[in-house]
Nanobody, 115 residues
Framework: QVQLVESGGGLAQAGGSLRLSCAASVNINSFNAMDWYRQAPGKQRELVTSISNGGSTAFADSVKGRFAISRDNAKNTVYLQMNSLKPEDTAVYYC?????????WGQGTQVTVSS
């Protein structure tokens, strides 16, 4: 069974930084890509960024130039470095991946950015 566990959320001031981690219970190279999503109150869940097992990355326009995604295959962990945070980045952030005909989700970690 695939388990994804996020950590590192919390409260930050606008302009600050946070680093999220996502630890997987299986070899993350089993999946084509690892993703970070977020869901703000009253809004739909949206894809923030992805990293392929080859290291290619993609970002939502709203976070380009501010967020970075990376992976440590030896630790089966994916990271989301969030810089220059804005109040509109406030959301629950979810680690996710698809494989074995399923999409897997972590429990989410709250990120709150104060102005």
């Amino acid at each position: 069974q695939v388990q994804l566990v996020e950590s590192g959320g919390g409260l930050a001031q606008a302009g600050g930084s946070l680093r999220l981690s996502c630890a997987a219970s299986v070899n993350i190279n089993s999946f084509n890509a690892m993703d970070w999503y977020r869901q703000a109150p009253g809004k739909q869940r949206e894809l923030v960024t992805s990293i392929s097992n080859g290291g290619s990355t993609a970002f939502a326009d709203s976070v380009k130039g501010r967020f970075a995604i990376s992976r440590d295959n030896a630790k089966n962990t994916v990271y989301l470095q969030m810089n220059s945070l804005k109040p509109e980045d406030t959301a629950v952030y979810y680690c996710s991946t698809s494989g074995y005909r399923n999409r897997f989700w972590g429990q989410g970690t709250q990120v709150t950015v104060s102005s």
